[in-house]
């Protein structure tokens, strides 16, 4: 851009965003205010002229946290690719938006715009997004019943507990009146409530117990709270309901009522139940505490005094929070206050604060309020019972039936056949389990009447001998076999004479038979023996259950491997016969082409032509067929290949082309098809490109550190930009499946691809694809690797 013009160099430096302008060859035409800042540059200094993409590659690049983003935004600008609002985070936490703008004459513009107030305002709107969903969530899952109803009492949403209270459909309580579920006897406390709210009353207001009528059934007792949600101006713009079905509590207060007559006369016997009751109290293992509406301890037994720490006299007055502070424990405490409902916890986990020497404690423990006349609670006892031994014990098991689940998986997953399998499976029942016998049997046959043994261990010759075989409908080895159940047997007194008969056969005091279901059939069984054990734990029945289903998945898994393995060999011979009957068939074709031509002229030779074509054709996709199936039998890895010696032997193949090679001598990751390649790409030329065609062949450093950069270009008649996208489609085998034209370009793509390299057709003269086309593909150069010296 001339400096005639500084009224549009001075807009350019007043843009907010960073402007890069390059010329058609990718030097710098200008660059903005902003960019210079980007680029940490001072503002006198001229970079027209420099290398953009040099600029771009060392400044910019490094600045974009992923690696993937900057090499699109880099090959955009080496290919004038337009690209808008490319959205990349950098070094910092910061959001830049890249576009890359194509003028007519061949001048690329780079925009980088900074968004991270955008990104920044996108996150919080998707936080607030999740937070009200998870309020939605709460308020769905509530188990409390809530109702939200506006101003004139019309209920405008209702969760599913409030809906389950009055037996609706929650959509057909919206838009009703919530007044209309109150019994009429009860609505005058509920509108005095609302009074309290219009009347600014401390918030929530709580305590008021009506009946609510349900779609069917008796009127229900609930404990109705609410709170307002006021407008602007401090109005009442909603009500929300709490109501809690207290149904039960009404059924006790009832109760408690009529035992209140009874009270007067037992009040002798009581006075004499309660020493005993003292008694109990103080000679149970029990954690017992009573403790005041202000929860405070009004008494303990000696067990809660000697687990808390303290005597009882140290206790007693005290409040229990300012002894033990626990906000969870006092919530639930509060609550169970406010409701006058009994709480209960299992295995609740506890550390004592003073005493860490104890680690992780557990405990079942029950709050239950204590209720004056009133109804009001005046008291509650607190009992607790320590469980940590149960729980220990319960982990322990539960750690070692997954010890064991994991050794089976373990030994199925490093099997490589069934028989493997099978064997690796027995080995991790019988270490971890302690049996010394151990069979697994396989069904055969088509009509799966019979199982055989597939291994086993720890079992006598005779015993082995008799149960080689077994009937899978003889009882009782039908139930493991045909039901699918498993079968347990512990030698006792009460054991039956069957079951007798089957400890025998296999020598042993306790047999566990498991079968091996897949799918739901079962395909084995599992037949584990002890001889000096004669209980089966019940925890070690329900691993022996799981290890059945495992390893039932494991035997499947081993033949789908079978016979996919089989399918495999088999068409693989198919392929091999139909390969070979081919090429016979083009050989003797071509051996009368050939006494053919020395026979025919004229028209009739054109056509001999087009048969040796149409032969010439079928013989190299036969070839290409192999050469693909050979790629995906290899398994070896690359190894140091002489680039420069592939391309030497490739053109003394084709002695007939006119190809100039030139370029350093090279080292690649290769293979023994990475002549391949070049048979291709020379074949393609040499037959798309007419009897003058001239192919080009240079190697060269490639931009990318560590490659190098192989370009086979001809003088042909090109690629028009309309075919460059189905050829590279070829590449990537896009169309193999539908045809077999192509499989040569299919191969060179696979090959490239599997040396780690890419590849690409590009024109051999920028922007004149009539001048002919060239191939460009990258290797991986083989470091400190030496090409090998002349031959001698």
Known sequence: ????????????????????????????????????RLLSLPDDRDLSGADGMALIRTHIAPLIADPELAGRLLEALRRSTPISGLECRLAGGRWVACSVRVTDDGMVALLIIDITAKKESEEKHRQLRQEHGRYRDLFDLAPDSYFI???????????????????????SLIGTYGEDYIVPECR???????????????????????????????????????????????????????????????????????????????????????????????????????????????????????????????????????????????????????????????AKPFTYPDQPERGTTYWDWSLVPVQGAGGSVQG????????????????EVRNRRLAVLNAVITASASAFTL??????????????????????????????????????????????????????????????????????IEGTDETSGSDQDALADFGVVSLACIPLVAESSVVGALILGSTGRGEIPQEVRQILKAVGREVGAGVLRGLLYQRLD????????????????????DNISNIYAELLSERLSGEEQEYLKKLRAGIAKSIEITSNVATIRKIRENRTGVLPIDLDRVIRDEIAHHPDARITYDGPRMVVHADDLLPEVFTNLIGNAARHGGPDVEIAITVEEAEEEGM????????????????????????EQRNVRESTHGLGLYIVGMLVARYGGSIRVEDRIPDHPECGAAFRFTLREAEGCEPPGPEA
């Open 1 to 36: 851009m001339p400096d005639e013009l500084p009224v549009t160099r001075a807009a350019l430096d007043e843009l907010e965003g960073c402007l890069l302008l390059l010329d058609a060859d990718r030097r710098v035409v200008r660059l903005n205010r902003a960019f210079r």
């Open 149 to 171: 109803c506006d101003a004139s009492g019309l209920i405008i949403d209702v969760n599913q507990a409030g809906a389950l209270l009055l037996g609706r459909e929650r959509e």
């Open 188 to 346: 005058d406390a509920c509108r005095d409530l609302i009074s309290q709210l219009e009347a600014m009353a401390p918030e929530p207001l709580r305590g008021i117990e009506v009946w609510m009528q349900p779609a069917a059934g008796e009127p229900v007792p609930v404990s109705l709270s609410a709170t307002a949600v006021r407008n602007d101006r401090g109005g009442l713009a909603e009500v929300r309901w709490l109501a809690r079905d207290i149904t039960l509590r009404v059924q006790v207060d009832a109760e408690r009522e009529r035992l209140l007559a009874e009270n007067q006369s037992l009040a002798a016997d009581l006075a004499e139940e309660r020493d005993l009751l003292g008694t109990v109290m103080e000679h149970t293992d029990v954690h017992l505490a009573f403790l005041d509406a202000g929860f405070r301890f009004i008494r303990v037994n000696t067990a809660y005094a000697e687990g808390s720490g303290y005597t009882k006299e140290e206790l007693l007055g005290r409040g229990h929070f300012d002894l033990f502070p626990n906000p969870e424990n006092q919530a639930t405490f509060e609550r169970v206050q406010d409701t006058g409902e009994t709480f209960r916890a299992y």
């Open 380 to 395: 509650m006892v607190l009992s607790l019972a320590e469980v940590t031994e149960r729980i220990r014990a319960e982990e």
């Open 419 to 488: 028989d493997e399998l099978l064997n690796n499976t027995l080995d991790a029942v019988l270490d971890n389990f302690g049996f010394d016998v151990g069979l697994i049997y396989m069904l055969e046959g088509r009509e799966r009447a019979r199982a055989v043994v597939r291994c086993h261990q720890g079992v006598p010759d005779f015993t082995l001998m008799q149960k080689r075989t077994l009937d899978v409908h003889h009882w009782p080895y039908n139930r493991v076999f045909v039901a699918g159940q498993p079968w347990f």
């Open 566 to 585: 089989a399918a495999n060999r088999e068409a693989n011979l198919y392929l091999d016969i139909l390969t070979h009957d081919i090429r016979n068939a």
């Open 708 to 731: 190098v950069r192989v370009t086979v270009a001809d003088t042909g008649p090109g690629v028009p930009e309309s075919a460059k996208e189905a050829i590279s489609a070829r590449f």
